[in-house]
């Protein structure tokens, strides 16, 4: 048979390349082979240790079940140990109790009861059938030390974990929950944990637990009350985690005051109304009596699915799609989640000595202020002592003043929030109710362009937190406690601004965050933020406050590194949330895009105008450009108290050629001793010919009617906010509409509107030698 000159050549190619020496590998490739080779070694020399026991040693009961198995039923442990577990992802395609795969390697799990996956009544809550490679035993995490630790390159320590597990075990099974109708009941013991993802509502039927700082506890069956909770848990960020308590050892039993002073809100997004009920009105509707549930459990939660839109997120910001990829809006998070809330033993020793400090004193409350570098998880830190201060007083002040990470979005602003329930859950897909709230707009991510105006404004915050105080002095009530979340400029005029805050507010304690502060017992861990950092002196030297360090919280993740959502990312899922905001209905909306959602219309001319002025925070623009200036971005509405009616006509405003009233004011922003914002709106267009704005965005209108009555001028304030392309296009349109601003139309780009390339391998004339 002849064979083709093709296949002829392929085989002379074949033989001279097997006859051949081999190349020699190059030192980095030899090195790479040779730690290859010795951690496999390694590994099978720990294998072999753990699958021949000695015979002095008691066999453990989960081995002996598996090598007493019968030998037809090796084939489906084999095809179970082979099998891939990806987190959030079940393969097995049971309907029913699942079995966790065989352990590799021999490692076996004493400590954990058997964790028997069960799915009830679908389409229900999906339990993970098999439990996660993190949160498995304690044995599989020092395993995974053990094989980092033999490659030079990582710098993953897990002495963390090691010493203090603290990650959830808790899985679902048939004698810990049970499913009545769409109620999920969870068990669990004293100082067990569990975590949750999705969006839900949570409620306590019976003993205590606390989340974050946070105590809950189960109400008398008659007392009527707030007995559900809203949570919203995406991905990719901390998951909280429900730890019970005795209802003994929990320090006070969680309740929602519900605020009575509507007209002093910001118009932020407000919580979902939830009705005014009780745990007997809970159990005649699911025709259950909630003590027959679980009787062997000291606390149990109940859980329902609460869809309110967001985790439609995704529909406009693509990026965001990875947020709630869950089989259901909720789920057990222990195979689901990267990383939990943990909370560092040094916070938690700080909020017992604060609170035991000032439990005496109810009348000097603690004003802590935090501060630190980038990164260091002072938001976070605010969280939990914000939580541990609601258990034990009716308001909390929490004055934020970091315009780039704000806890309370969106960004661009520092604001005053007096609260009255915890805060859970990330900044973004977090509700707050309609407590007494005090606003103040920057246009700004950070303080370093204006830092006089950061100052005036966090001081006039400040004074709103004075006043307050002195209302609930002449009703006979003690004042609130105040925490301040400073921004993480700590350099240069960042330490010339704290110095000036501390001055001016005179905290009784400041709390430094340290990324470097770690315990005796941790090396040290690199992160993404690599800069040497330094306390400012006067912090350490002051007599005037009690000063603390305390480590950070990045510190007790499995990698600083790892699923870690930026900044900007940040920012935009914030300012996504709030724009998308139903403020009528409570809920979140992101079927339609803000293009073409009916926008709220108002004049700006004329005697019913509702716009008395426009301002622009930069350099003075030409009159004839500020109608394309403010089109289509975002603007601050503010209200503003003048003393001077006719000076503010006269001399402070001028009107375009179209007829837009614009406040001469030399490109600053608002006086914040005269000024407050009610949040932000897109302006989607002007009406030239109705002399009329049209804006979206969730505001409040009572506040506007109050405004109106006090004779404060309305302005529409233009900062330095970025829009995100986002929020303007719904791809989901087949044709897209012609939208102002926005080019499609690739064929034709003008000359120097590409993006700018900058070529760094070109050297300086300098570097040139004749």
Known sequence: MEHSAFYQITMAKRKRAESSSKAPLSAFAARQLNLEQNTTKEKKKRGNKNELPNEGTEQP??????????????????????????????????????????????????????????????????????????????SLVEADAESRSNTPSSSFNTSLQKEDLRYPYTHLTETNSVRVKDALFVGLHSGEKLAMVGTYLFACARGGFSLFGASYACRPKNERGQIWHSLNVPLMYPTPIFVSENISNTSVTFNSVESTDSSSSTGHPATESVESTSISDFENALGVNVDSLLPSFETVLVFKMNDIGISKIPRVSPFAKRLFNMPSLLENASSLSSSFE???????????????????????????LICGPKGAGKSTCCRYLTNRLVNCTDYVAF?????????????????????????????????????RSFRIHIGESTPQRDPTH???????LFSEYQKFNFERE????????????????????????????????????????????????????????????????????????????????????????????????????????????????????????LAVRQPLATSFSGPQHGIDAVNIIGEPLNLMDISKAINGTLLALCAYEVSNEKEWNDNQIVETPEGIPVLVNDGLPLDP??????????????????KEFHFVGPINLDLLADAYSKGMKIVLERGRLELPLSTMLDRRLVVL??????????????????????????????????
């Open 474 to 593: 002449l009703e006979g009530k003690p004042p609130v406690s105040l925490i301040i979340n400073c921004p993480g400029w700590m350099k240069g005029g960042g330490a010339e601004l704290l110095f000036g805050l501390v001055n001016q507010i005179s905290p009784t304690e400041v709390v430094y965050l340290s990324r470097s502060y770690s315990r005796s017992n941790q090396v040290d861990k690199k992160s993404i933020y690599q800069h040497k950092e330094g306390i400012p002196e006067f912090l350490l030297q002051a007599t005037h406050f009690k000063f603390s360090q305390l480590e950070s919280s990045w510190q007790y993740l499995p990698d600083p590194n790892a699923h870690r959502i930026s900044s900007a990312d940040n920012r935009k899922l914030g300012l996504l949330s709030y724009l998308h905001f139903d403020i009528e209905h409570n809920v979140w909306d992101f079927t339609r895009s």
């Open 342 to 368: 943990i909370i560092p033993d040094s916070w938690k020793t700080f909020a017992d000595s604060m609170l035991s400090t000032y439990a005496s004193s109810m009348h000097t409350p603690p004003k802590l």
């Open 737 to 770: 509409p012609e939208l102002p601003y926005l080019e499609r139309n690739f064929a034709s780009i003008a000359a120097g509107s590409q993006r700018r390339r900058i070529r760094r391998n070109i050297v300086r004339r300098g570097g040139l030698t004749g």
């Open 61 to 138: 009961l989960e081995t002996m079940e598996l090598t007493s198995a019968p030998l037809e039923d090796h084939s489906s442990s084999k095809q179970a140990s082979f099998q891939v577990l990806v987190p959030g992802i079940d393969r097995s395609g049971k309907t029913g109790i699942d079995q966790p795969p065989p352990h590799e390697g021999g490692v076996d799990v004493p400590t954990m009861p058997s964790s028997v996956q069960v799915t009830l009544n679908k389409p229900s809550v999906a339990d993970e059938s098999s439990p996660s490679p993190l949160s498995a035993s304690p």
């Open 673 to 690: 001793a005269n000024a407050q914002c009610f949040g932000l709106v897109l302006l989607r267009s002007i009406d030239l010919v109705k």
């Open 399 to 435: 004055l934020d003043i970091d315009p780039g990470q704000p806890e309370v979005v969106p960004f661009g602003h520092i604001s005053l929030y007096f609260l009255n329930s915890p805060l859970q859950g990330p900044a973004f897909c977090r509700l707050l109710s309609n407590v």
């Open 454 to 460: 950061y100052l005036a404004s966090t001081f006039r």
